[in-house]
């Protein structure tokens, strides 16, 4: 029983409750370029709340170090589109909703294992009540929607189930 207890602890690779699977034996960087902001229309915090949260995120929910170059994985993008549409309309005509959107081109580079590479959008998505103003909303409408899309680069980078 001791043997088995000893094996089940020298395992190399690390899952977690919150979905990285890493291991840790051959990947212990990575490299996270800023994103700037490739978008017509924006919201001037926009990109350091987004830069900020995405180096957060791998810090928090991994044991892989920060680095500025060279990094076992690589991250690099923009933020490509942030816009505003009309969602829904009331009985009157009017616009009832409108739903705000975000989009991050992201380049992946696994320099452990280029399989894994990849180029994709990631896109999220928050309404709310047009009688409210953009500028009463507008942070914590971000902040979801960047939040949500460092989930998503997240759970395709190092979420390999």
């Not at 990109?47 to 180096?55: D, P, R, S, T, V």
């Not at 076992?72 to 923009?78: F, I």
Request: negative net charge; aromatic residues 10%; contains cysteine.
């Amino acid at each position: 029983m001791a043997f088995m207890a000893i094996g089940l602890t020298a395992c190399s690779v690390s899952y977690k409750f919150n979905g990285a699977s890493i291991d840790y034996t051959k990947t212990k960087t990575i490299q996270i370029a800023e994103f700037p902001i490739r978008s017509s229309y924006v919201w001037g915090p926009m990109g350091a709340l987004f830069n900020n949260e995405l180096k957060a995120h791998y810090l928090d929910h991994t044991r892989l170090v920060q680095v500025k170059r060279n990094g076992d994985l690589k991250l690099e993008g923009e933020i490509t589109r942030y816009e505003q549409r009309n969602k829904s309309v009331s009985a009157e005509g009017y616009s009832a909703m409108t739903e705000l959107s975000m989009t991050v081109n992201v380049r992946f580079t696994n320099n452990q294992n280029h399989n894994d590479d990849f180029e994709q959008q990631f896109t999220a998505t928050q309404s709310f009540d047009t009688r409210q103003s953009l500028n009463a909303v507008q942070e914590e409408l971000v902040s979801r929607m960047i939040r949500d899309i460092c989930d998503q680069i997240f759970n395709a980078t190092v979420a390999n189930w």
